[in-house]
């Protein structure tokens, strides 16, 4: 399947308009792609405890997993300022834990771009010893059956 990257970044320049970033001053837009051709789109949402607040990348991956979503194929990341937007560490290594050869498009305000993976964004990402994280298969196997107790 063939996806416009102009898409991706208009859809991530439409979501940064609903940044709420009062204390930055930084509005950022995220698109997430999925590999069967869907897009979710996120915003940075600050908060007067600083901690607390979240990553454009992290809230459209969080979409677009709580919908369902496991398999992905692109991401676009916009701001408002002339270099590109990389991506932090916390949001890389969240999207690492779905997606290491995601590709993350990291655009300037006017929608230039360097592309790069998640692996290559943060190589030798934090994964459980020998393990992969996620039971992929498992989390594919279809919703969870809510069992009653037995009666006595
Ligand atoms: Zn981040």
């Known amino acids: ?5 102009e898409k991706l970044i208009n859809t991530a320049r439409a979501a940064r308009e609903k940044a709420y970033a009062p204390y930055s001053g ?28 979240i990553c454009a990348e992290r809230v459209a991956l969080f979409k677009a997993v709580s919908n369902g979503e ?54 030798e990402a934090f994964q459980l010893k020998g393990e992969e994280t996620v039971d992929r298969e498992a989390s594919r196997s279809g919703p969870v059956r809510v069992t009653e107790p037995v009666e006595r």
């Open 26 to 53: 930084f509005s950022v837009g995220a698109a997430l792609l999925t590999q069967a051709g869907r897009l979710y789109s996120g915003c940075n949402i600050e908060n007067a405890s600083y901690g607390l607040s």
């Open 70 to 123: 496991r398999e992905f194929a692109a991401l676009a990341v916009i701001w408002d300022d002339r270099e590109y937007c990389a991506p932090c560490g916390a949001c890389r290594q969240v999207l690492a834990e779905f997606a290491p050869d995601l590709a993350v498009y990291m655009c300037n305000d006017r929608g230039d771009y360097r592309v790069q993976t998640v692996a290559g964004l943060l190589p």
């Open 1 to 5: 399947m063939q996806f416009p990257v």
